[in-house]
């Protein structure tokens, strides 16, 4: 990075991988890449700047579309790598794009601590409320009595509420939108980048191929935007948990909850100056003086 | 009148600090030149159950415990009870007067018993210095330590030293001069019987001090001096000690050491840093690296260097939490879904543990691969008496391998690095995420070179998947051979690997000493090796005893993959405890030919080839002379006391 | 004229329905009594990508594609591009009018086209039945079928009744009869190049109508005729379908079927319904695997009877999801830490699949331990038909083993039962958990013959370890010996395992056909064998080669360990697609000298030894023959369309 | 199970196990399993018709000192042996014993699947806000700037709140209590037991050696229990999370919050009839033939 960062302002354009995408015509995840896309130009992220992690399914191949860094790992277990991408060179924007199986099945328990400990990174969950790179079986968010291969009789558990969840659980920001609405995408994905600490993004993704009941159609009358109501605080975490638990004919887009913490890596007393990546790997005559006389 | 050469035991309680007492006595001897290797022996569980704390101190540097004891220290019935029958002939027991002794077991086996009115003592001392009983009967350890410094002839002033050296700040206070008064009473009472102990702890004149630690002080050791800056684990005995070191040494060093929510996630982070370019690892013991494999087969694949330490217990399963074994070799070698270059080191000894880990982080950045460190429990916990000249950590070259620098970088045509270029030796250029001219993605999918994913070209396929095996070819350049210890041209040579090298080297002594050829094969580079060089070695083995402690001889089917050669005997032991030198020695002379005819191979005593059952029983046999009968005991003692 | 014996390929792009299409036909044909093999070739995706569907048609029984075709239904370009060269002489394609053919490489190669306006057709019919063109151009499926059924000679009425069953209710619909009146059509215009087309599909006068199974449906009813009532799983391609027929089949045989949170909690499920005594299974693929890797030696441990399948896929991590191979074979063997007794299984074959599968839940409860089958991506989807006498899954027998019956239990004095009592054979007798004369824990910790923690006692410890291990041996006896085809006294021997079972018998056929006296010696039983057994097996075979999908030859690697025998030649394979017979065949031709001077071992051609270097580059020449030419090809054309 | 079940009273020395006890002198997990022992005789469950499930630490080795089925497992992996368990054969009792780093940390995934789930058994988690059979590492339930051998600066992540994440997740039955108070423990025990779907029970847990914070001196003062309140009620979702969020001076026990829903199992048709474990491993050849013909 000794290169000075060029000048000229980032289009979208700017992240186009060199990759055919292999997504379904019509699939939402075009619309999440585009917006992603955006977001970065908005806050103008050169692609050496950003880190991508992503899992495995349909979303998760959002990264190997893209150019910026990016690591496509193991299904469910983004989080621990974009924690411990952070911690390594904690300047870069990490970001990690994945599944609803992804985030809340699978990955449920890193998804639960990563909210107790607010590294600061961005997670974007492509919620498609069902399994669909392995073909349609259902998923922690597919609505209760949804019917798969796995559920011919419908599933039985009750649906896992992201957002009430996360906020509970401790995020520091918490937003929602649709696929089906690219503005609004963009503006919260910038949002959730810009944002000092752990932010989700819980996608409301349309995939055509396995989910025909929470199609665009399905979701274009049911949603309405929080940020056009000057009277919604995102800060009163009473209206936010109140709000996230609404769902069904009036389904909230927008920054559900923000919290102010300090970041995980701002507390980590070893961080305070470089960047783990960049300091020394060895040491002083001293250092080590001291560290055998503590043995000795 | 033996000097500077002999095994102490402290027995009691968890609780009564034996730990504590064993080490500080440990750190006098050390001050005083000589050298010490001690471990101890203790239950899974916070409090009560016997424990025992074994100290050897030698003249020259020692490696592995000693199954004889010179000197017992018991603070509970148990400690009399069980060692009476380790002692020599000649040995003593110093303990309280309010302990029983069967006076006759005693005279049988010309056994000492120095008894002393510790705790009354104590109790006394601590009343006048206004400290309460509790804490007044924990003056016990000084006054053990004060009758033993006069009993085996060590200058009193050594133990004061490190007396007031534990109380710090506190030095001077009423509790600290109490305690030296408690050790000086003991030091003056047992005088009397300094002429009837024969073993002695002489400080010599040119005496150097050393550093002591355990084997996962040093590894986080050798950790550290590789410029490994990052550790991420969740607690998991016997390897919790690793992080908890590291983080202990955190400040120090700059390093960033985490605790995370699983094992998953403790390689997950490992492997986040690693890839970003921060040396970093991991460390837990097998169950938690159970929870590593999936994550160990994408470092394979996105090539990323890690480094994983697994301190075996036995098992299968939760097993036996705090105890040793060597289970776990084949699972290492093979953990993960189809085939990906890995290496395995298995380090023999605290000075192994610091250079073998340290060396596992240049293989790690090197052939840009996971790299394996196996060790065990027993030898997390024992400590050695170390010189730094053993351990250069000052010196260590840190070697990143194909790394492309910053001019590098700065020199390339933005979008023509190839994260996964293909190359001879199997190794493609790294470049660190970060640079503007190196953007590129890494993917658990078979991939291009350039990192994106290919999931249906069978020729890319089979192009990455043997550029990334190739490494394993390369790397055979490089792995180290077994070392050979002791006389060429052996009858007999013993096959070993990782924590037993130095009980097999004592056995190796032992025996010629005995007058049996016999010499040592002992690995620690464990995989890849190179096979033809690996025979060679082997062909010079003439009659090959395998000596492992888990059922199936996992070394021996290793090395019979690389090379068609099978030992000739097997030596197995699975009861969770390390060998001693002298335990195998027995079990060579029990049951090994040792006096083949000339020109022949040792033979086996009674059949040609020693069977699965056989075997089985002849472990038992040999655990039933020394432990089996102890065990049993044991059980009882515990039951007794809950 | 070639008579019920040919090979077709759909191809086009996913989502245009081949596989229906192909299925379809293959129904027709099974039932007009003749037999099928069927797989398909698919990307990581879920639509787009060229996919397609291979059809081997025979009069005896096909158990393997052929990598000869004789007929290509081409509904797309990439097709009729990707599939010529496989064509035989004389072979034709079957296309649309606005597909283009390359009138030059067809008469070169002797290759007929025949050309229908298919789209244009369907589109015509359709509208006239009200359809709207989407649809209407679906019923290209069934216009290829027409043309098919008239090139081949096979009767109309055949795939008219296919046709109708596909509707269900719905036959005599609008759409319905619209489909038949275009295959009707396409059947009447192909009849004019009937006599052009070699060869013929004439269903035999005393056909039988047979099952049509793929790989994981034989394996579910395996399970279900063992008396399985219970799976959990985790999506994860290629074992999903083990769940997903299952719970097709659940309310049938009153099945639980689960979907858990991840691979860990699904064998955890398992495993808590097989501790209570209802036979219990998971399927996954080895990423899946790899989390469950801490359970299974848990499973061990309690000695907890489990089936895993572990359906294979090219690694390592994820891979090449929809490709298959045979890398996990070590990584089951050793998989979790410490040793414990499991058993391996290889089906190679849908009756296989079936058979072996339900002799897993017998080993699974008589040896009280994890039993893993071990399957791969090829084996899983194709599809075969296969009569009940190959699966007489209504005759299954269920042994349950050491099973106290209700009778044993009220008859037992209550506090006396051991759970973990030493045997002989290893194995202990089992109470079901519920009966109140058989109260017990079982622990992941070392235990008691009593099942409680027992984490100290050495004694103890061995007597536990050595029982459990015992099963292993008493095991040996069960487990079956490799088996030979082909002619004895061979001087070649192929030697493989699982699901290359076929593609090797094809190749000794082909071989023998050629004067190359071969044989084979195929490992579906893997682990654990008798070594003295096997080695006698393993001696009659004079020059062995060793044939699998994997870089690193497992299996040869096991059969070493277990008798020192090394293979002398290695035909292996990782690009991720199966083997056919007349590959095999033709790299033992090109690479082992099959005419060996009488009495001796056949030799390789040019040196002594395939070095590992080379072995990858003839791997490489050899796809370079038929697939990397293709492999590139398909890239392009993927590019182009996406 | 074919031997009528006697019909004395059990008293809870019934399930006295042979096994010695290994805890320290003074640890609260005494207190638990003698509750846990009072409970059951109150319910007259018999050892037979219990099953216990545990994972790997101290409290987690409950089972082996009970005289009861039981099985103890792997750390963090008790619920899905326990559901396993209970799907195989519905009608035992089955009661799941683990640690906080257990129950919430490792096992964090499987805890938020169960919620959602509803498999009808018990959780009992012996909560003492440390890793205490690994020597005192922090644990999820530490408070936020715990210093332990592995946070010696102090725990960065805020503390996981397992009454509130239970009803926000969708459990049905969530409680506290507390290792000081043995009365309250085996009510509340009972009642979970009888609790016909997911019933947590976080036990506050006096650990002596690790935890010299929260310990029954600390706990005595703050403790409060709700079933004194006869205004409180239990069902009441926005009532609950209130009291499920109070920590510090006044620490809520007893039943917080209760729902109904049908269990897991109600729901699963094949067990319809009979328990798994006793439906016939056979079929008729009717049931073949209907098999035979579908793939025909
Ligand atoms: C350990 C593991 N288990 C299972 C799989 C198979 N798998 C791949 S994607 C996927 C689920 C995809 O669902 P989701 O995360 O919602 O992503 P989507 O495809 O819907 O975008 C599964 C189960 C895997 N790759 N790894
Ligand atoms: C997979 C795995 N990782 C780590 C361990 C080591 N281990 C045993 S108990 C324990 C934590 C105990 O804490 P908790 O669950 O709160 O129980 P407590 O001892 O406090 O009762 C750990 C980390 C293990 N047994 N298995
Ligand atoms: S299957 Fe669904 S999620 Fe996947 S690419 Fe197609 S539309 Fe998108
Ligand atoms: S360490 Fe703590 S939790 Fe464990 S037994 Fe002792 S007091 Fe109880
Ligand atoms: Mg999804
Ligand atoms: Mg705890």
Redesign the pocket.
Known sequence: MTLPIPEFKFTPKLYDGERQVTWCPGCGDYGIIAAVKQALAQLQIPPHAAFFVSGIGCGSKLPDYLKANGYLGLHGRSLPIAQGVKLASHNLKVIATVGDGDAYGIGAGHFIHALRRNSDFTMIVEDNKVYALTKGQYSPTSTRGWVSSTTPDGAIEIEFNPVVMAIAGGATFVARTFSGDPKHMAATFAKAIAHKGFALVDVLQACVIYNHVNTVEWYRPRVYKLDDDANYNPRDYTAAMQKAHEWGDHIPLGVLYVDERPTYEEQVKSLATTPLVKQALTYRKETWDEFRAAFM | MVTNNMTIKIGGEAGQGMDTSGAGFARALVRAGLHIFANSDFMSRIRGGYNFYQLRVGAKPVYAPDDQTHLVLAFSQDAIDLHLDELVPGGAIIHDTNLQVDANALAQRHIQSFAFPFEAKALEIGRAAGMDPKHAKQMLNTAQLGATAAITGFPFERIADVINQNFGKKKGSAVAEANLAVARWAFDEAQKYASQFDWKLIPPADGVNRMILNGNQAIGLGAIAAGCKFISA????PGTTVIEFMTAQAKRFNLVTKQTED?LAAILFAIGAGQIGVRAMTATSG??FA?MVEALGMAGMTETPVVIVDSQRPGPS?GMPTRTGQGDLLFLLHASQDEFPRVVLAPGGVESCYADTARAFNLAEKYQCPVLVLTEGYQAFAVRSVGVEEMPFEQFEIDRGKMLTEAELDALQPGTYKRYALSADGVSPRALPGHPNAVYTSTSDEHTESGRMEDEDPANRVAQHAKRMQKIETLKTEMRMPEWYGPQNAAITLMGWGATRYAIREAVDLLNAQGVRANALHFIDIYPLDENRLAQELAKAKWLVDIEGNYTAQLAQVIRVYTGRAPDQKFLKYDGRPFTGAEIARWIAANVNTKPAKGKSAKVTKSAKVTKGAKVKLVKVKLAKGVKVKAAKATKVAKAKN
């Open positions: 969740y607690p998991m005995t094992e169950g938690g929870l939760t």
